[in-house]
């Protein structure tokens, strides 16, 4: 079913760096023009919402902005669109960050820390109680994707590691059905695939992202000369969100339709989208945000992350460590390469938010 598929595109790591490593970083300059590129998912469905019902075009009015918002059906090539210039912003997640436009060497800050997966992403077994039977299984999931970096999260929970299991990379539409194929015994995935599964017979979560809280996190990014020549763009884009999540959020019969339009778009309905909103941690008040951004334990989570990247090869060729890529945090601390800082955790755009100063 297509929705399903795009959901799971709305998660998967590129696969190839090669192209990305050749793309040119657009150009920054004061420009009043702008173009921002999202996907589907639950946690970035208030972006086409508020393209649909003028909240975009009431804050770009209110800047002298021109705000373009797209759809791709593709999340990595809406990533790589970004990479490349096309667009001067993007939702991925906190891991595809950095293993794509920051690693290609576009300069990249998370204007807005979204939500993060608080039990959307879930390591599921066939005949299996406990997440220690695992061991010794094939495992299929989206290789390089946010499934991969849980199963390797969880197996650390156990003292154990990916030699200990069988990776069988599975296309993302094929999941459902793959776990209903006799062969199939363990699987790791995201919503909406894994309320379907865990209805099936002999199928039993044994680990979700909630045991890892904060670790998965969506954002909203823009290349970083642009926002720094043109701010009025960043607070743009901060006010959009805020303003479309107290609307989607809100316990009022606009609030529901507003859910149920979102839950529309991704292709379920208010109930199947309320219910992933249940498994996500949504940062609708900006001071909530602030204060993930700024929490030491970004810095401990970005560990993991360029960890496993690095371990994988998702850094670029030849790269020596985890530092190649610099990571500066709200702090102004900087993990790895601080000679080549790529990505950039920032509370500024959300601080003024919380500060009413949009």
Do not use: C
């Amino acid at each position: 079913m297509k929705p399903i598929a795009t959901a799971f595109t709305a998660k998967v790591l590129a696969g190839s760096l090669l192209a990305l490593a050749l793309a040119m970083p657009a150009a920054a300059e004061q420009k009043t023009d702008f173009k921002v590129a999202w996907s589907i998912y639950v946690g970035w469905m208030p972006w086409g919402y508020a393209a649909d019902t003028g909240i975009v075009q009431k804050w770009a009015d209110k800047y002298g902005l021109t705000i373009e918002v797209t759809q791709f059906n593709d999340y990595v090539e809406s990533i790589n669109q970004y990479t490349a210039g096309a667009y001067d912003a993007v939702t991925l997640t906190n891991m595809d960050g950095l293993s794509i436009p920051a690693a290609g060497g576009v300069d990249t800050t998370a204007v807005i820390v979204g939500d993060f997966s608080n039990g959307n992403d879930a390591v599921i077994l066939k005949d299996g109680a406990a997440l220690a039977d695992i061991e010794g299984r094939s495992v299929n999931l989206v290789e390089f994707s946010v499934s991969h970096y849980l199963l390797a999260r969880a197996l650390e929970t156990l003292g154990k590691s990916e030699q200990d299991v069988a990776v069988v990379n599975t296309a993302d539409p094929d999941m459902v059905g793959a776990f209903q194929t006799p062969d199939v015994t363990a699987m790791v995935t995201w919503n909406p695939m894994v309320s379907e599964i865990v209805k099936l017979p002999d199928a039993t979560k044994v680990f979700d992202s909630a045991q890892i809280p904060g670790e998965i996190i969506d954002l909203m990014v823009a290349n970083t000369e642009t926002i720094t020549d043109n701010p009025d763009f960043a607070k743009a884009l901060s006010g959009i969100w805020y303003e479309t999540l107290a609307l989607a959020t809100a316990d009022t019969p606009e609030g529901a339709e507003a859910r149920a339009a979102m839950g529309a778009a991704s292709g379920t309905d208010q109930a199947g989208f309320e219910a992933q909103l249940a498994a996500t941690k949504l940062f609708d008040k900006p001071a909530e945000a602030v204060a993930f951004v700024t929490s030491p334990d970004l810095a401990t989570t970005m560990n993991h992350v360029r960890t496993f990247l690095f371990d994988k090869g998702l850094l670029g060729a030849g790269a020596p460590s985890a530092d190649v890529v610099g990571i500066e945090l709200p702090s102004g601390e900087v993990l790895g390469d601080g000679g080549n800082v790529k990505l950039r955790f920032t509370d500024d755009w959300m601080q003024r938010a919380a500060d009413g100063a949009l």
